[in-house]
């Protein structure tokens, strides 16, 4: 009896120790440098160019935002739930060097025009660790797959200060896609991870990747840096098409217990 006691309460310690929850949260600032297109066509019939140059027509330029995020691990059977918020804004104005049509209207060149651009993000993440691989390998390694869906509420304006005309457009578009990450830790206080979302069909493709040096200076808490990558491609969307790339370094600070 007392062996049969011994052996219940053994296993209990250890399922209640492999099954601990981590809650872990983070903020930080992305240097967000934006290139590529986009296209807004509600006339079938337009015959000028429609494919709007984020920087050279619209003379968007690199803009810092915050952003932040939350992470729920090792509740029993759920898979783990990371949310992130990633906010997008940016604004231009410039002299326009050839003519573009932007829905129903036409710029021409030498025009002055204003812009915006937006594209503000939510992403929910569910995912699985890779079973007994971060046991077999002392912490050092693990390995996580699962879905993520990524919540973009876009809206561009262009505007003619030379003629006294505007546009603009807002479309919010859920993307589903596959998620795959990692990390490595060699020692206790240094950690390398990487992640990466995908997903392609019907002429669109959505993927981003991000790589990340951890620091802890303290047993609760990190210092991060890295670099995040985005593509957006969109293929008629409401009406909206593009191929925007979105990159550059960022710096995060954050908890976890």
């Known amino acids: 009896m007392k062996k049969l006691i011994l052996a ?3 296993l209990l310690a250890t399922t209640t120790s492999a099954t601990a929850i981590t809650i872990s949260a983070g903020i930080g600032g992305w240097n967000q440098n934006p290139s590529g297109w986009i296209e ?7 015959t000028t160019e429609t494919h709007v140059d984020v ?3 619209l003379h968007i330029s690199d803009k810092t935002k915050a952003s932040g995020w939350f992470l729920i691990e ?9 949310v992130q918020y990633t906010p ?22 030498n025009d002055l025009v204003e812009s915006e651009l937006e594209a503000n993000q939510i992403d929910v993440t569910l995912y699985y660790g890779v079973p007994f691989l971060g046991t077999l390998t002392a912490g050092k390694l693990n390995l996580n ?4 869906v990524k919540v973009i509420d876009g809206y561009a304006k262009v505007r ?3 003629r006294g005309i505007e ?18 830790k060699p020692i206790d206080s240094i950690s390398f991870e990487f992640s990466g979302n995908w997903i392609g069909y019907s002429g669109s493709q959505f993927y981003e990747t991000v790589g990340e040096l951890k620091v802890f200076p303290a047993k609760h808490l990190f210092i991060g840096t890295g670099y995040r990558y985005q593509r957006l491609k969109i293929d008629d969307i409401s009406d909206v098409s593009s191929d925007l790339k979105i990159k550059g370094f960022f710096a995060e600070a954050g908890f976890l217990f």
């Open 8 to 10: 219940a309460t053994t």
């Open 74 to 82: 090792g509740i029993p059977i759920l898979p783990d739930i990371r």
């Open 40 to 46: 807004y066509r509600e006339n079938g019939l337009i």
């Open 88 to 109: 997008m804004k940016f604004s231009g104005r410039g002299i326009v060097s050839k003519e573009f049509s932007f829905g129903n209207i036409t710029v021409r060149a």
């Open 145 to 148: 797959a699962g879905i993520n």
């Open 167 to 184: 546009e603009s457009k807002s479309a919010t578009i859920p993307v589903p896609m596959l998620h795959l990450a990692g990390s490595i």
């Open 160 to 162: 003619d200060l030379t």
């Open 55 to 57: 920087e050279s027509d």
